[in-house]
């Protein structure tokens, strides 16, 4: 059982940004894709971002793309999501995953571990 604990989420200025990273365990890494997901209140659990088992494949979601970089250190078990430019319509919860599935994954339903979220609020 792999286990996904996110950190970095806080409340932020419009423009400013945030660093989010995500630490990995009680699996081998290197064996997983890894995406950011998030949810607002009342909507449903969207995909941010994924970067794939080697790292050499990424994609954002629409609405981020240009702001947030993902990125992977094998190393340390870890996933980060950097998040510039913020805006008041990215808060939300977001998520870190885990999926077994090679390439992107983009469906939340093909990802096997999550973690438990951490609060991103950007303030107007």
């Known amino acids: 059982q792999a286990q996904l604990v996110e950190s970095g989420g806080g409340l932020v200025q419009a423009g400013g940004s945030l660093r989010l990273s995500c630490a990995f365990s009680g699996r081998t890494f290197g064996r997983f894709g890894m995406g950011w997901f998030r949810q607002a209140p009342g909507k449903e659990r969207e995909f941010v971002s994924g970067?794939?088992?080697?790292?050499?494949?990424?994609e954002y979601g629409d609405s981020v793309r240009g702001r947030f970089t993902i990125s992977r250190e094998d190393a340390a078990n870890m996933v980060y999501l950097q998040m510039n430019s913020l805006k008041p319509e990215d808060t939300a919860v977001y998520y870190c995953?885990?999926?077994?599935?090679?390439?992107?994954?983009?469906?939340?339903?093909?990802?096997?571990?999550w973690g438990q979220g951490t609060q991103v609020t950007v303030s107007s």
């Open positions: 970067i794939s088992r080697s790292g050499q494949f990424i």
């Open positions: 995953a885990a999926t077994t599935r090679s390439g992107i994954v983009i469906d939340k339903n093909e990802y096997n571990y």
